[in-house]
């Protein structure tokens, strides 16, 4: 499992760190695959511990890579989240629309204003009674389109 944390200067990330370094050594287990996007905070941690993209660089930051965690890419340069987006805008069907809102994977809910658009389009093709192939109408396909595009 991943987990995700920070802190808001370089000494509360290294008392974070060490306290769970610290707790987690009570059960003994070892954190691995710490990324950072201070280098400083990575010094003490055991090379084998450190995420393979950033220890193979000596914990230089690439910026050409982003870090998956949690379904999301994170970029240490920047220190910002990505989503990576392909939206279907070929969506005929309910099974389409349904296929097409299970790909979404965010266990931190943050593309939720999107996903509760999502499935009120998907709600409204349930309420219509449309079986899984039929086709959709115009004007639902046209609000997914709108939707699609806005990503």
């Known amino acids: 499992d991943d987990l995700n944390g920070g802190a808001d200067d370089l000494a509360s990330a290294l008392v974070l760190r060490n306290q769970l370094i610290d707790l987690l050594s009570l059960g003994k287990l070892e954190l691995r695959k710490w990324a950072a996007n201070c280098s400083d905070l990575l010094q003490d941690i055991p090379t084998d511990h450190i995420l393979p993209a950033l220890a193979s660089v000596d914990l230089d930051l690439d910026p050409e890579k982003d870090l998956k965690m949690l379904g999301l890419s994170w970029d240490p340069l920047s220190d910002s989240f990505h989503f990576r987006v392909t939206p279907v805008l070929n969506i ?6 349904a296929s097409q809102i299970a790909r979404v994977f965010d ?8 996903s509760v658009y999502a499935r009120g389009v998907f709600r409204k093709v349930c309420s219509n009674s449309f079986d899984w192939d ?3 109408p115009s004007s639902l396909i046209l609000e997914r389109k709108h939707l699609a595009q806005s990503l």
């Open 92 to 97: 005929k069907t309910k099974r389409d629309l």
């Open 134 to 136: 039929d086709p959709l």
């Open 107 to 114: 266990p931190l809910g943050w593309l939720a204003p999107v």
